[in-house]
């Protein structure tokens, strides 16, 4: 289990926060809103130990202008890249209750795990915890999607090597997984509910990290004038050159 660190007072701070520079967001609602619902939950988790092994290729180009006379010739040179190499990972988070967002699980991470403590109920006072009810197997398919995206983008990040290419697109990739281990953790989520204007509005934080996310109601009005100011000006401009 990873205990909470952050109060209940500490979301509703972080949900106000959030609030502050969103230009388009409703006076109102900022002014105004009061949250329906305010839960701490212990979020069940997988977390997956494995390493993805791969290769991939590449086409690079480079590209050098000049003229000859008064000729201007573009010239392109084409290279074959080759890339592999290994990835170790270790507790990879996939969250094992149909209750919450996916989406928004992933989006509050990073968890840090050196707070990782031995189960025990002297944890749970004042705060709900769920159950799993998505299974290993279930769960496994997102973790081999992170692992295997995850050495995808490390090997086209070393594609270039130091060599000044114009471009880099992937032509083949070949990537194997091997599970070497799972755990199971109960983590830390504020979850905040709060309505506007007969729509709810729901967000997520990290009860460890603070890290906040969720939607937010949009004025129209606003978004109007936005528009307004920018096309108006944009349109004298365009009539003033033409």
Same mark, same amino acid.
């Given at each position: 289990?990873?205990?909470?660190?952050? @109060?209940?007072?500490?979301?509703? @701070?972080?949900?106000?926060?959030?609030?502050?520079?969103?230009?388009?967001?409703?006076?109102?609602?900022?002014?105004?809103?009061?949250?329906?619902?305010?839960?701490?939950?212990?979020?069940?988790?997988?977390?997956? *130990?494995?390493?993805?092994?791969?290769?991939?290729?590449? +086409?690079?180009?480079?590209?050098?202008?000049?003229?000859?006379?008064?000729?201007?010739?573009?010239?392109?040179?084409?290279?074959?890249?080759?890339?592999?190499?290994?990835?170790?990972?270790?507790?990879?988070?996939?969250?094992?209750?149909?209750?919450?967002?996916? *989406?928004? +699980?992933? %989006?509050?991470?990073?968890?840090?795990?050196?707070?990782?403590?031995?189960? %025990?109920?002297?944890?749970?006072?004042?705060?709900?915890?769920?159950?799993?009810?998505?299974?290993?197997?279930?769960?496994?398919?997102?973790? *081999?999607?992170?692992?295997?995206?995850?050495?995808?983008?490390?090997?086209?990040?070393?594609?270039?090597?130091?060599?000044?290419?114009? @471009?880099?697109?992937?032509?083949?990739?070949?990537?194997?997984?091997?599970?070497?281990? $799972?755990?199971?953790?109960?983590?830390?989520?504020? +979850?905040?509910?709060?309505?506007?204007?007969?729509?709810?509005?729901?967000?997520?934080?990290?009860?460890?990290?603070?890290?906040? $996310?969720?939607?937010?109601?949009?004025?129209?009005?606003?978004?109007?004038?936005?528009?307004?100011?920018?096309? $108006?000006?944009?349109?004298?401009?365009?009539?003033?050159?033409?």
């Amino acid at each position: 289990i990873l205990p909470f660190k952050l @109060s209940k007072e500490d979301a509703v @701070s972080s949900l106000k926060r959030h609030y502050k520079g969103k230009l388009l967001l409703p006076k109102l609602f900022r002014d105004n809103n009061h949250i329906e619902e305010l839960r701490g939950i212990y979020v069940p988790f997988w977390l997956f *130990d494995g390493e993805a092994e791969g290769s991939a290729n590449y +086409m690079a180009t480079t590209t050098r202008v000049f003229r000859h006379g008064d000729t201007e010739i573009t010239e392109t040179s084409f290279y074959e890249v080759q890339r592999a190499g290994t990835l170790p990972f270790s507790r990879v988070p996939v969250d094992a209750s149909r209750k919450m967002p996916d *989406d928004y +699980m992933d %989006s509050i991470e990073p968890f840090d795990y050196a707070g990782l403590k031995p189960f %025990s109920t002297a944890y749970l006072p004042g705060f709900f915890a769920d159950k799993f009810d998505v299974s290993i197997e279930e769960s496994s398919s997102r973790a *081999d999607k992170r692992c295997r995206q995850s050495l995808s983008d490390a090997l086209q990040g070393t594609a270039r090597n130091g060599r000044p290419y114009t @471009s880099v697109m992937p032509t083949g990739e070949a990537i194997h997984l091997k599970r070497t281990g $799972v755990h199971y953790a109960l983590l830390p989520v504020w +979850m905040l509910h709060t309505k506007w204007q007969g729509k709810d509005y729901l967000f997520a934080m990290n009860g460890q990290t603070g890290k906040l $996310v969720g939607d937010l109601p949009v004025d129209k009005r606003k978004v109007a004038a936005w528009f307004a100011g920018i096309s $108006v000006p944009l349109m004298i401009l365009l009539a003033f050159l033409l």
